[in-house]
C-alpha cells in the first residue's frame, strides 16, 4: 500500500490489518509507517519510498518482493484557479498523483501480466469527471490516473489481474483542511476505507462516493458545454 502513513491510507491500513490482511506499508515517513505498523494487530512490513524519484520506486519494488496487489492511496493537493497558477505546485500533484502511480505501475503490471495474477487498486476523484473550478492541477491528475486504470482494465479483462478504481468526494483530511469554502458531503477516512474494502472485495471495476455526491458528478459528464460551462464556470 503506498501512501498509508496518513488520511485515507492509514485508516484503509487499519481496516485492512483487522482483515487479517498481510501489508507492506510503504510513503515517504518512515517513522509515521512505523508508528502505524505497531498499532495493527498482525505484523506489517515497512519499506519507505519517495514516489516521484524513479530509483527509489525501483528500489522499493525489488526490496518488496513478490506481492499479491498494490494499493496506490498516495496523493498531494492544493486548491489552485488557473489566475492563481502555482507552476510547481501544479507538477508536484501530476507527479505524485499521477506520474508516481505511473512509475510504480510500470514495474508491478508486466509482473502480474506474466504470471496472470494480480490486484491493482487505484485512487481516483470525482474531480476527475469533469474541469472543476479550483481545480487546476489535481483535477487534471485524478482525470489521467483514471484513463490509465480504465485502459489497464480495458487490456486486461478476463485475464487474472484485477483492476479496480476508487472515486471518493471530500474527505476530511490535511490536504482537505486547505480548502476555504464548505465541501458538500464530506466523508471520514475510516467511512472512506469501508468503501474500498467493500470494492476490493467485489467484482466491479470501479466505485465512485458518496453516492449522491458522484451521481451528481457522473450526470455532468452528460451536459453539453454550452451549458456545464456556465453552471460551474466563472461568473463574469
Known sequence: M??????IGRALAERLGALGVNLVLSARSE???KDLAASLPRKADVVPVDVTDAAAVKAAVEAVGEIDGVIYVSGTYWP???GDWN?????TMLDVNLMGAARVL????PWFVARDRGHIVLTGSLAGYRGLPGAIGYGASKAGLMSLGESLQVDLRGTGVKVQIASPGF???????????KMP???SPEDVAHEYVELMMSDAMSRSFPTLFSWIMRLSQLLPDWLYFPLFGRKS
Open 106 to 109: 510500470g514495474h508491478v503490471v
Open 31 to 33: 517513522d509515521r509507517l
Open 80 to 82: 489552485m484557479t488557473a
Open 171 to 181: 474527505v476530511k483530511t490535511r490536504l482537505t483542511d486547505k480548502n476555504d469554502f
Open 87 to 91: 507552476a510547481e505546485q501544479v507538477e
Open 2 to 7: 503506498i501512501g498509508a502513513s496518513e488520511g
Open 185 to 187: 458531503f464530506i466523508m
